[in-house]
């Protein structure tokens, strides 16, 4: 698995390791069941501290998106997230809230916001109705 880290983004890298495992599985390149890299793995190739990965990997286990079996590894989580239907919105909602706020700040019309988050989003699903 390809990652791409950049340490001058204003995100912190272990935010990075987790949007880039998000997407990773949101385009269908990682589905249920799939190993992830170990810490030690991921911060040999990455060359940054494997508690920062560690830190990634329990955010996304706590929003229930993998699973760390003891022995065997950490694997993208079977389908559906053990997260309820609230928290998943409030996931959801906070990242949609900060691309609206930068939509907003840059006068960009609200049908070209539409625009885009439709295409974005039949992107996405196009991806993942190919692979299954």
Not at 48 to 66: C, D, F, M, S, W
Not at 99 to 123: D, G, R, S, Y
């Amino acid at each position: 698995m390809y990652f791409a880290i950049n340490p001058a983004s204003e995100s912190p890298i272990y935010q990075q390791i987790v949007d880039h495992i998000k997407r990773e599985i949101a385009l269908g390149r990682l589905s249920c069941t799939d190993k992830i890299p170990t810490v030690r793995e991921l911060a040999a190739h990455l060359l940054i501290n494997p508690n920062t990965i560690a830190k990634a990997y329990r955010i996304l286990e706590q929003q229930g998106i993998v699973v760390t079996r003891v022995g065997a590894g950490t694997f993208v989580s079977e389908a559906g997230s053990s997260l309820s239907q609230d928290a998943r919105k409030t996931l959801v909602c906070g990242k949609l809230e900060s691309a609206v706020v930068e939509a907003v700040t840059l006068q960009i019309p609200k049908p070209t916001v539409c625009e885009w988050f439709e295409a974005l989003l039949n992107q996405f699903l196009f991806r993942n109705s190919e692979r299954n």
